[in-house]
């Protein structure tokens, strides 16, 4: 019953190194998403990919750069870091795509950059 | 503007006590409307969701939505230390992205 499952748990790197987040579902689902979650701002969406082999833009994604390995994983990688990355990182998946179909979320990355 | 507006909190209120969160947002063609609960250093859990006006009710949560007024809100009843959390609201139109409120910490006192 692991569903998500994200790693590292946390992680601090500085300014400029680069770095991979790791994202694994168990649920056989088709859609996986990244968000980061920063305080006062809610989640914003960096990536998403509806499908294996598919990745879309969300709504912040400079500085990242992601690639959907199989079905089970999705990973997120910052090539240079900036201080302004530090965040904490959610991984989510979903069946599809359907409007009504909830978002399972791993239980974060905390990312800090120096 | 964001297109989706929560009160932070934080809010801190007694065992038992009726709870009201509440978020508003901007664009029309937002149709479903889903609220999580997140505990701290965990990731967000659904707690209800809904795609029309009106009252949806789930135990003790029920989750309201205006349509007209852009207007959600998600009430609890009876609550409990173990609701000490931080809700956030999320709203999705047609297309696959989710727009999540700023979210509001909630503490209840035994």
């Known amino acids: 019953n692991a569903g998500v499952t994200q790693t590292p748990k946390f992680q601090v790197l500085k300014t400029g190194q680069s770095m991979t987040l790791q994202c694994a579902q168990d649920m056989n689902h088709n859609s996986m998403y990244w968000y980061r979650q920063d305080p006062g701002m809610g989640l914003r969406l960096i990536y998403y990919?509806?499908?294996?082999?598919?990745?879309d833009k969300g709504e912040v994604p400079n500085g990242y750069n992601v690639s959907r390995l199989n079905k089970r994983e999705f990973s997120l990688r910052l090539e240079s870091a900036a201080p302004s990355q530090t965040s904490v990182y959610f991984c989510?998946?979903?069946?599809?795509?359907?409007?009504?179909?909830?978002?399972?979320f791993g239980d974060g990355t905390r990312l800090s950059i120096l | 503007q964001k297109e989706v507006e929560q009160d932070p909190g934080p809010l801190s209120v007694p065992e038992g006590a009726i709870v009201s969160l509440n978020c508003t947002y901007s664009?029309?063609?937002?149709?479903?409307f889903m609220w999580y609960r997140q505990y701290s250093r965990k990731g967000p859990e659904l707690l209800m969701y809904t795609y029309s006006s009106g009252n949806k009710e789930d135990g003790r949560f029920t989750a309201q939505v205006d349509k007209s007024s852009k207007y959600i809100s998600l009430f609890i009843r009876d609550s409990q230390p173990s609701d000490s959390a931080t809700y956030l609201c999320a709203i999705r139109g047609s297309a696959r992205q989710l727009t999540f409120g700023s979210g509001t910490q909630l503490t209840v006192l035994p």
């Open positions: 664009n029309s063609a937002f149709q479903y």
């Open positions: 989510a998946s979903t069946p599809g795509d359907r409007e009504e179909q909830p978002q399972h």
């Open positions: 990919s509806a499908s294996e082999g598919t990745t």
